[in-house]
Structure formats: C-alpha cells, structure tokens
C-alpha cells in the first residue's frame, strides 16, 4: 500500500515550549487514520503543519511524492480540510457558500457548479442547497463543511473534531458519511476525535501525548496492549464471594454490588466462574475499549 503521507523527525517550537518532539509516522493512500491525544499534546500543530498553515523548525514530509515547503501548491490542491470550526459565511445560502469556496480553485463556471452539486450529492444535502448556512441544525452545517473540503475532489481529507458538540444520533449521521466517503471514494481520512467510538473504527491509530508519539496501531492492537478484559459478577453472598477469591489471591475490587476482576483474557473468566459457580447470580464479560486502552497510555482521558 503507498504511502501517502511520511513524516520523519518533525519537530516544531514555540519559543521555548517544544510543542512537537522529532516524531515519525506515515499515513497509507485510502485508509482511515486516527491521530489521537489529550489537549496540548501537539496534534492540532502537527495537522497544521501538514496543512502548510504553519512552519516547522525541522523534519522531512512528502505528501502524495511531493516535498512540504517545496511543493506546497501541489499539496494544498491535493489536501481538503475540515475545521472545528467552520469558515462559512452564515448569511450566504449553502450553494452560495459552496460557490464561493470553490471558486478559489480557479475552475471554469460550469466545472465549479458541477462539482459543488456533485460534493452536495455525496454527502446528502442537495435539498439544503438554498437553505441559509445559519438556519441549518449542527449536524446540517457538519455536512455542508465537509461537501466544501471536496469540491476540487481532494485525495486527502483533514478532519479536526468534526463532530465535537454534536448530539449522539447527529454525530453517529456524520460519522456515516465520513466512512461511507472514505469507502466509496478511496479517500485518505486523517482525523482527530475526542470520541473513541469513532477512533475504534479507524484503520490506524496515533496516539500523541506532550509532543511524542505514545503509542501506535491498530485499535484492536492498542485495546490488546493497553487494555485488560473484565468480569463483573452480581454474588448471591458478597462476603463468601470475596472469601474465595481472596483464598485464591483473586485480585479485585468492588463497584455497588457487584465485584470486578480484570482479565488478561476474556477465556480467563471460565476457570473463575467455576470457582465461584454456587456464588454467581449474573455476570458479564467486558472487553477492554478504546478509552481504556488511551488511558493506559497517557494516564489521562482524552477530553481532559
């Protein structure tokens, strides 16, 4: 599979803060990639960086076999980017906006309408299309966002938090869109999120903490290495449960009523039913998630 971004030795300052620390990864062409870390960790400079709205002090990035800072044209009409927050005007319909954006890509008139009611298409927004941008709910501006980063039908799309303060059923809707696009379209998708439901179905995952990386691959990787299973059991007699698990120096803890036991696999919780057969009223085996495993790595939650 190519590589369609590589970055080596990155390092970037801020007077004296080192904000980005000789880190070393690549993206590869059409996969969903997931770069994850608590704030202030350097994520948000490294994306910036790659986006070539900022400099860095050293390292090497190619972009689609181009240089970053040599071929920074060519990048910038191969990259299409999602902020968090959106650079649309409110008072301008949705297709006034996207007109307006894509007319910066120096298309012909009817090159550009057609690919503004082609992106409008793609992620379902066609009947909003003379709906002012400030009348839109926030998963409708999410989707009018997105359809502006692919008017010039980039390979690479950026996405920062894209559906940071979005409803549940709002952000599972967008979060549609973004895999069915990444799967119909064989984009590359470089995304952060605060959400480990959406990085747990990345291709590959990043995890950056105090300008490092901490931590890389995929999430069932990660959720193995840095994450434990667990069995949650509701006793019939707390005590004689206890009893018996500390007879057979059982590590646990308690939560209300029931007792918990991490597992190094979820196989593990046969041997330990067993043993606790007259004791159980109800269990349940938990594997190990995302959040878990992030936590293990940087010691910290993710919207901390």
């Known amino acids: 599979m190519k590589k369609i ?26 996969k969903l990639f997931a770069f994850l870390g608590p704030n202030g960790a350097g994520k948000s400079t490294t994306i910036n960086i790659l986006c070539t709205l900022l400099s860095y002090e050293s390292g090497n990035i190619v972009i689609d076999d181009h240089i970053l800072g040599k071929d920074n ?20 319909s949705v297709s006034e906006n996207l007109i307006a954006r ?19 298409r793609i992620v379902d927004i066609s009947d909003l299309k ?23 039908h980039p390979k690479i799309l950026f996405l920062d938090e894209p559906t940071t303060g979005l409803d549940p059923q709002t952000r599972r809707n967008v979060w549609n869109t973004i895999l069915k696009l990444q799967k ?16 747990a179905e990345a291709d590959y995952v990043i995890v950056i903490d105090k300008g490092q990386i901490a931590a890389k691959g995929t999430p069932t990787e990660l959720r193995e290495k840095y994450s434990s299973d667990s069995i949650q059991i509701k006793p019939l007699d707390k005590q004689a449960a206890i009893a018996i698990l500390n007879e057979n120096k059982i590590t646990f803890y308690e939560s209300t009523d029931l007792l918990i036991v991490n597992l190094k696999s979820t196989v593990e919780a046969i041997p ?26 940087t010691g910290k939650e993710i919207r901390e």
């Open 5 to 30: 971004i590589e970055v080596h030795n990155l390092s970037k300052k801020y007077g004296n803060v080192e904000a980005v620390k000789n880190i070393d990864f690549y993206v590869e062409q059409g």
């Open 73 to 92: 044209q060519y990048i910038r009409e191969q990259i299409g980017i999602v902020f968090q927050e959106s650079v649309l005007d409110p008072l301008l």
């Open 102 to 120: 894509g007319s910066f890509y120096n298309m012909k008139q009817k090159e550009l309408l057609e690919a503004v009611d082609e992106a409008m």
């Open 130 to 152: 003379n709906r002012h941008y400030d009348k839109l709910s926030g998963g409708q501006r999410r989707r009018v966002d997105i359809a502006r980063a692919l008017i010039h």
């Open 184 to 199: 119909d379209k064989g984009m590359t998708v470089f995304l952060t999120t605060h959400y480990m439901e959406e990085a």
């Open 272 to 297: 330990l039913l067993k043993l606790l057969q007259e004791q159980v009223v109800s269990f349940q085996v938990l594997n190990g998630t995302m959040d878990d495993a992030f936590i293990g790595i």
